[in-house]
């Protein structure tokens, strides 16, 4: 579906306060934090804000934003986990202003991180903006995707394939879904009005997954490390805006 102005300003109203859940997030995490304190940090911008969750009851999912440590690639739940020194983690959080979404996520390192886990962040990070630059109107969805796994597999990495992106608006997860992979120049068209929330899972080992027995964390099938980064994105007449910055 192809947003107004209108909408792609309220969703970078929505975009803003999770840019600002990132921050704080950020700033709280080191060693001996847990990750339930790091969903009260997010609670307490969402209020703080007048924003709403679009994560707490999502399919029953229990909290405000997912917290994924180390193996775990995403959707896990935070609680009593406290966070270890040369730990990764992956956090993700959205809000909703005035019923637009805005969804965004990113890995950090907690205290010191090995060089191989740092060069995972590195070059995920690297992959979702080689993809944003491709969202211009007329290039196809599959350019996205496609530039994500060119630039993690030439790192040596897998990308995910069972989770994907999506696009975003009155709700978190609209259709198209956007693949973290694939051939260039396939599917839709690119267009004016067109917003996505574009997020590489990078696995250090093989892109296999599998899921806990809690029904949401999913977790790399070799036991490596997984990073995650997500914006929410608008296609304008210029090009890309990246709307979940603050
Ligand atoms: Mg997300
Ligand atoms: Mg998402």
Not at 1 to 13: C, N, Q, V, W, Y
Not at 131 to 150: C, E, F, K, P, Y
Not at 184 to 196: C, Q
Request: hydrophobic share 40%.
């Amino acid at each position: 579906m192809l947003r107004t102005k209108d909408e792609i300003a309220k969703m970078r109203r929505a975009g803003r306060v999770v840019a600002e859940i990132h921050e704080k997030t950020r700033e709280a995490i080191r060693p001996g934090v847990s990750t339930a304190e790091l969903d009260q940090v997010a609670r307490e911008v969402l209020d703080r804000r007048g924003a709403k969750s679009n994560f707490l009851g999502y399919h029953g999912f229990p909290a405000t934003i997912c917290t994924s440590p180390n193996d775990m690639i995403v959707h896990g739940i935070p609680g009593s986990y406290r966070l270890k020194e040369g730990d990764i983690i992956s956090v993700d959080c959205g809000a909703i202003i005035e019923g637009y979404h805005g969804d965004a996520a990113y890995t950090a390192g907690v205290g010191e991180v090995s060089p191989e886990a740092e060069r995972l962040m590195k070059v995920t990070e690297e992959s979702l903006w080689a993809a944003i630059a491709q969202m211009r109107a007329g290039n196809r969805l599959s350019d996205i995707g496609h530039a994500v796994q060119t630039v993690a597999e030439a790192a040596g990495y897998s990308v995910v394939r069972e989770y994907v992106g999506h696009a975003i608006g009155t709700a978190m997860h609209e259709e198209p879904q956007v693949p973290n992979y694939g051939p260039p120049g396939k599917g839709p068209k690119l267009k004016v009005g067109h917003v996505f929330a574009v997020e590489p899972m990078v696995n250090l080992g093989g892109p296999g997954t599998r899921v806990l027995e809690d029904g949401w964390s999913v977790v790399t099938a070799d036991g490596q490390l997984s990073a995650h980064f997500e914006h929410s994105i608008a296609i304008l007449d210029d090009g890309p805006e990246v709307l979940t910055v603050p």
